[in-house]
């Protein structure tokens, strides 16, 4: 299908002369659509780190008293993966995939500021090599310290000199501290260009749902990113200046650091399952051919879980000995964000309901995420109940819990957005065929790996122990999540072959291979670097749907 | 799933503690058979589902409340989900015409907030109920206190009122339900944050430097209770265990007695004792009676009255005692105690010693 | 398939987005109020706990001179900014001038009070919880008031080199936002540090 991609005098050439060209291209661009690019394909490279550190865990963790590591490298493996996934996977890539696709949705030409977009894009790209630096800054190499091995949430006063020496953990500190920085300015960024930047015609009510959602987790970042960032200086003053924000010794909290680590990281993780539902928002109903039952709905529930998630926070901290009173609090805070949720998956099924359901690899994935973020939510209202959480707080049924949502819900919807939108970013399908032995692989061992994991958590196992002993009951369990971990790791390299390979060779795409309805849809695949030619109008929430069905547009329904 | 099994074929509070189940009959059917190797699958000595004391049971009892809940709400909306996906997928020869659009309905979205509300006021007031329980229980006069400190990697007991201090394997009186002799702990932490969790007695409770935790258990049956550490607390976490001897009160009473005696003084470990007073032990360790009054490492004045060493990770025979104080990282690695780099004679001398103070 | 050729049936011609800049800046505002926030709780939190050393009430004077200049600071960039919007460049260099001298006066007096504070009190950033969190919570002030000075002092370069006109005006409101926000932290701060807390 032709579009005004057309009018090519402004285009740069398709095949610069030179490799070099191409690299400066890359490394200078403002351009948002190659901004997302390059978080998408950052964040994939941690993410195959970060799995390779699971798989030493898990191969450690297989049979009872293994030597596979020793402690100090299993800490620093479990320290490792979790503070990469989450600011070096999960941040970049659900960043790059707002980077391409808000101004694409809501018909602007570029993100609000576009050199602010690129600077925020390497400072944390700059603070991913900087953590990663310290496995090799090492004792010998230059006596700076290793890899942090204090876990991703770093208590206090485990960080302290005293029990932290060298510089393990200001790595830690240092580019996770990088790392916010760059996600307030692709924040700050992303509100502003929702904001300022919608076409002519696209009010606040029909601008699609990934934007809206969006808006709300950037609006987070701004009240959630700060406490971190401030937590870290502190720390970093304690360990510099020798201040006692954290030191016990002086009469220092090490409650306090769990306030402000938490205020931080309950948000963060609705700042990362937020674009999830953004995704499955925008594919649930093309692959249904409905509409997003309950926009208005979905919006306010968005809306609201924003808002609670900054008041749940201690329910991390139920053990710590808050008292009746605050244990009670945030036990009813932690349940009441089940009712947005709730509503949330109860719309999704309400779009699917009376659909014409394809199942394409974007909506299997999709499919997998309904089934799998039900039991990650129920499996949360189970630990919101304080008692039961003082049974399974900081255990495997923790770990099993935050896995689904992360894994099971987040990480099937960002694979859902990869097959759904590749075509939009390349210009070509990814293989249909390898993408259901991706998904069917990946979902075997998601289940292999992660269900059985809640029975040792109910078992009595705590997290981040580098072994166990053989008498108390885990081992069977452990060695089938174990065996779980192959098959994901064999499902990704298929997936990385996917994409390395349909980049050249899949099947062209066109501008609109999913007869989808909003405005990325509208323009060539990938778009041109000005995105569309003319500023786009709109009357309703689905545009493309309006000119498809002139005699039935959604205005005259909205 | 086998929870419901579990429950249907086990009386609770019959259960000891963390011990497979009854034996079974050559005869039994291959079905019975099976469901037994599936409950002995979950009765494992650390399991919260094996409750012995009343913190414990109170949890249970509000977990499985939670657990019917859930299970309910996981079969209604995913057997939703699923009808959803096969009643409404586009079938081959079914015409590609785009299905009636439907754009959503106050009234559903009413009805699928109020009922879910429903669910949590019942959930939340049943939780609210069980922490009020817990932690705002009276405490009776003929409660015992025990003083719990966390070490990077040991637990120290300290027993005010009688005088007492111990180190990994903690002594506590069974408690009768009719008439409650429950043991308060008062825990904190002399580095970073540790935390206590015996699943089959209580859950878990933190240690936090510079800050008081009280819990309290009331263990009903006299045994051995396992847990460990669950708070990351540096390398050697994963080997900072706990062991709880429930005795009955007679026993604890001869337990205490005993421990309250200062260090034996055997004269056939008199070499021994010489070496153990004149070397860097003595900085770190503690025997009554002796010039050893050091605090940062565990109490060894009744040493050889312990089952374990090395906070339960290390069965205490002369064996390992030497090997352990010879090169401490080697059995529990990240451990704080250096190696003490003595003489194979003093070696000798100094574990005959330790194993002499019953 | 071209949506951007769809007709027009109702006017877009009043289509009035909020200004960017203007969005910008709140949002980075935002962002910022919430490192402050956290660093007044941890204030709050830590008085009346230092476990040694000098208390706030033994050595900290209220900053009367320092706090009228910056709060006199916001009125001066406000109307050098009027003045600009009107095409008055010397006028807004003028007002832009005495914004920067009264932030720089707002300086010297922290460093003036900070050097009583270590020499003759003897309190650093390591004595106690009061020094810690005194420190840190003015310091961050500080370093924010020297941002926004260097800022000011390169609009005043400018104008001062007869570059700036009146459309640089949106462009001064943004950076008198930041300023504000300044200000707005110092009065927190003020009232939690020297009026609360002695």
């Not at chain 1, 999709?366 to 039961?388: N, R, V």
């Not at chain 1, 990938?526 to 493309?544: C, G, I, K, Q, T």
């Not at chain 2, 189940?21 to 019975?32: K, Y």
Request: aromatic fraction near 14%; charged fraction near 10%; include cysteine.
């Amino acid at each position: 299908m032709q579009t005004a991609g057309a009018m090519t005098f402004d285009s740069p050439p398709s095949h610069p002369k030179l490799w070099l060209d191409a690299v400066n291209e890359w490394f200078t661009t403002v351009d948002h659509k190659r901004i997302g690019m390059l978080y998408i394909g950052y964040a994939l490279v941690f993410l195959l780190i970060a799995g390779l550190e699971a798989a030493v865990m898990r191969i450690q963790l297989a049979v009872p008293n293994n030597h596979f590591v020793s402690p100090q490298v299993f800490n620093r493996m479990f320290t490792m993966h979790g503070t990469t996934m989450v600011f070096f996977v999960g941040m970049p890539i659900l960043f790059g995939f707002g980077n391409y696709l808000v101004p694409l949705m809501i018909g602007a030409r570029d993100m609000a500021f576009p050199r602010l977009n690129a600077f925020s894009f390497w400072i944390s790209a700059f603070g991913g090599l900087l953590l990663y630096f310290s496995f090799i800054g090492g004792y010998g190499l230059y006596g700076a310290g290793t890899a942090p091995d204090v876990g991703w949430f770093a208590y206090a006063p485990l960080t302290a000199k005293l029990f932290s020496p060298g510089h393990s953990t200001d790595y830690w500190i240092l580019a996770v501290f990088l790392s916010g920085i760059g996600s307030v300015g692709t924040a700050l960024n992303i509100v502003t260009t929702i904001v300022c930047m919608r076409c002519k015609g696209m009010t606040m009510a029909r601008m699609p749902l990934l934007p809206w959602l969006y808006l709300v987790t950037s609006a987070m970042v701004f009240i959630a990113i700060g406490p971190l960032t401030a937590a870290q200086m502190m720390l970093g003053i304690d360990r510099f200046l020798g201040a006692h924000f954290f030191d016990v010794q002086a009469g220092g909290s090490a409650v306090l650091w769990m306030h402000f680590f938490w205020i931080f990281g309950h948000p963060e993780v609705y700042i990362l399952v937020l674009p999830a539902f953004a995704f499955a928002n925008e594919i649930i109903p093309v692959f249904s051919r409905k509409p997003i039952f309950g926009y208005s709905a979905m919006v306010g529930a968005t809306v609201l879980i924003g808002f609670i998630s900054l008041g749940v926070w201690a329910h991390h901290m139920f053990t710590v000995g808050l008292g009746p009173a605050g244990n009670t609090f945030f036990t009813l805070a932690t349940m009441i964000i089940s009712v947005p949720t709730g509503i949330k998956i109860f719309n999704w099924l309400a779009t699917l309901w009376g659909g014409k359901i394809r199942f394409a690899t974007p909506m299997i994935f999709s499919i997998a995420f309904l089934f799998q973020f039900l039991i990650a939510g129920l499996t949360g209202i189970m630990l919101s109940a304080a008692p039961f959480d003082w049974q399974l707080g900081n255990s495997y049924f923790v770990v099993a819990h935050f896995h689904f949502v992360l894994v099971g819900a987040i990480l099937y919807m960002i694979f859902a957005a990869f097959y759904y939108w590749f075509p939009k970013m390349s210009g070509r399908m990814l293989s249909e065929t390898l993408g259901k032995w991706h998904f069917w692989l990946f979902t075997i061992g998601f289940h292999l790996t992660f269900d059985f994991m809640h029975v040792p958590g109910l078992m009595g196992m705590p997290r981040r122990i580098y072994t166990y002993e053989a008498d108390r009951g885990w081992a069977v369990w452990n060695m089938i999540e174990s065996i779980g971990m192959i098959f994901q790791a064999a499902a990704i390299l298929i997936f990385v072959w996917n994409v390395v390979r349909s980049y050249r060779h899949g099947e062209e795409a066109g501008p609109d291979p999913w007869d989808a309805w909003t405005l990325e849809w509208s323009t060539a695949s990938p778009p041109p670097h000005y995105n569309f030619a003319e500023e786009p109008v709109v009357h309703s929430r689905r545009p493309l749907w309006d000119l498809k069905h002139p005699q039935a547009p959604d205005s005259d329904y909205e | 799933m086998s929870l419901a099994l579990f429950l249907a074929l086990h009386d609770m509070d019959d259960m000891p503690a963390g011990h497979a189940m009854t034996v079974m009959q050559m005869h039994e059917p291959w079905w019975r058979r099976a469901m037994q190797w599936v409950t002995d699958l979950f009765s494992t000595p650390t399991s919260i589902f094996s409750p012995q004391a009343t913190p414990a049971h109170t949890i249970f009892s509000l977990s499985m409340l939670v657990l019917a809940i859930t299970l309910a709400i996981f079969l209604a909306v995913a057997g939703m989900l699923l009808y959803a996906i096969i009643r409404f997928r586009h079938r081959a020869g079914d015409s590609n015409a785009d299905p009636t659009q439907v754009y959503g309905s106050n009234q559903i979205e009413v009805l699928w907030t109020v009922i879910p509300i429903l669910i949590l006021v019942v959930l939340f007031l049943s939780t609210a109920r069980v922490i009020s329980v817990t932690e705002q229980a009276r405490k009776p006069a003929n409660a015992l206190d025990v003083v719990v400190i966390g070490h990077q990697y040991w637990w120290e007991y300290r027993y005010p009122a009688l005088g007492v201090v111990t180190a990994n394997e903690l002594h506590l009186p069974a408690s009768d339900p009719k008439a409650p002799t429950p043991t308060y702990m008062t825990m904190s932490s002399a580095d970073v944050d540790h935390s206590f969790w015996v699943p089959n007695l209580a859950g878990k409770m933190d240690l936090i430097p510079n800050k008081i935790n009280v819990m309290w258990i009331d263990p009903h049956k006299p045994g051995l209770y396992l847990g460990q550490c669950a708070q990351y607390c540096g390398t050697a976490h994963a080997k900072m265990l706990i062991r709880v001897y429930v005795d009955s009160p007679a026993d604890f009473a001869k337990w205490i007695a005993h421990q309250k005696m200062a260090a034996e003084n055997d004269p056939a470990a008199a070499e021994g004792k010489l070496a153990f007073e004149h070397t860097a032990c003595v900085n770190c360790h503690t025997v009554t009676g002796t010039s050893a009054k050091g605090k940062f490492g565990p109490d060894l004045t009744h040493l050889a009255s312990r089952d374990t060493i090395a906070s339960g990770t290390i069965k205490n025979t002369p064996q390992n005692l030497r090997q352990w104080i010879d090169d401490p990282d080697s059995m529990k690695p990240g451990s704080l105690m250096p190696k003490m780099n003595l003489s194979s004679l003093e070696l000798d001398a100094i574990t005959a010693y330790l194993a002499s103070l019953h | 398939m071209s949506a951007y050729t769809a007709v027009l049936t109702q006017s877009t011609d009043e289509w009035q987005l909020p200004d960017k800049g203007k969005v910008g800046m709140i949002c980075l505002i935002v962002a910022e109020a919430a490192i402050f926030i956290i660093f007044v709780l941890a204030y709050i939190f830590y008085l009346g706990k230092s476990l040694s050393g000098p208390t706030p009430a033994e050595v900290l004077k209220l900053p009367v001179l320092g706090t009228v200049c910056l709060l006199s600071s916001s009125l001066t960039v406000h109307f050098a900014v009027a003045a600009l919007e009107r095409n008055e460049a010397p006028l807004s260099s003028l007002w832009l001038a005495l914004t920067v001298l009264l932030g720089g006066i707002f300086l010297a007096d922290t460093a003036v009070e900070w050097h009583e504070l270590i020499y003759e009190h003897g309190l650093t950033i390591r004595t106690n919880l009061f020094g810690t969190t005194f420190y840190s919570l003015v310091g961050l002030h500080a370093s924010h008031v020297i941002v926004g000075l260097g800022m000011l002092s390169l609009v005043l370069l400018f104008a001062v080199a007869g570059k700036l006109n009146s459309s640089h005006a949106h462009r001064l409101h943004v950076l008198s936002y930041y300023w504000h926000f300044v200000d707005a932290v110092w009065v927190v701060v003020f009232i939690v540090v020297y009026v609360l807390g002695r």
